[in-house]
C-alpha cells in the first residue's frame, strides 16, 4: 500500500489545517485509515482513524478540534483540524490498515507547525 498525503504547514494558533492522505495499491476492501503524529521528544500517538463503514476513533486531546472523514472510492481520508494550538506541532503519519491480515502501512509524515 502507498500512502500519498498533503496538507501541512504552517499556521498561526486559532488556526486551522486540512491534512488529507490517499491510499493506493492493495488497501483490501475492510481497512482503517487515518493519523498519528510525532512530536520532537515524544511517542507516536493516535490522532484519528476512520474505518471503511465510517467508525472513527480520536485521540483524547483532539476535544472535538478535529474531523476526520474518507471518501471510499477514492481511497482517500481527510483530517480536518481547527482551534490549533502550539501543542499540535508535530509530524503527522498517515496509517493503513488491512482489517483481515492486519498488515499496516504508513506514509512519509507531513509537517504541522503552529507558531505565530
Known amino acids: 500500500v502507498q500512502l500519498q498525503a498533503s496538507g501541512g504547514g504552517l499556521v498561526q494558533p486559532g488556526g486551522s489545517l486540512r491534512l488529507s492522505c490517499a491510499a493506493s495499491?492493495?488497501?483490501?476492501?475492510?481497512?482503517?485509515m487515518g493519523w498519528y503524529r510525532q512530536a520532537p521528544g515524544k511517542q507516536r500517538e493516535l490522532v484519528a482513524m476512520?474505518?471503511?463503514?465510517?467508525?472513527?476513533i480520536y485521540g483524547d486531546f483532539v476535544k472535538g478540534r478535529f474531523t476526520i472523514t474518507r471518501d471510499n472510492a477514492k481511497n482517500m481520508v481527510s483530517l480536518q483540524m481547527n482551534s490549533l494550538t502550539p501543542e499540535d506541532t508535530a509530524v503527522y503519519y498517515c496509517?493503513?490498515?488491512?482489517?483481515?491480515?492486519?498488515?499496516?502501512?504508513w506514509g512519509r509524515g507531513t509537517l504541522v507547525t503552529v507558531s505565530s
Open positions: 496509517k493503513h490498515r488491512n482489517s483481515y491480515s492486519g498488515e499496516e502501512s
Open positions: 495499491g492493495s488497501i483490501g476492501s475492510i481497512n482503517g
Open positions: 476512520i474505518t471503511t463503514n465510517y467508525a472513527t
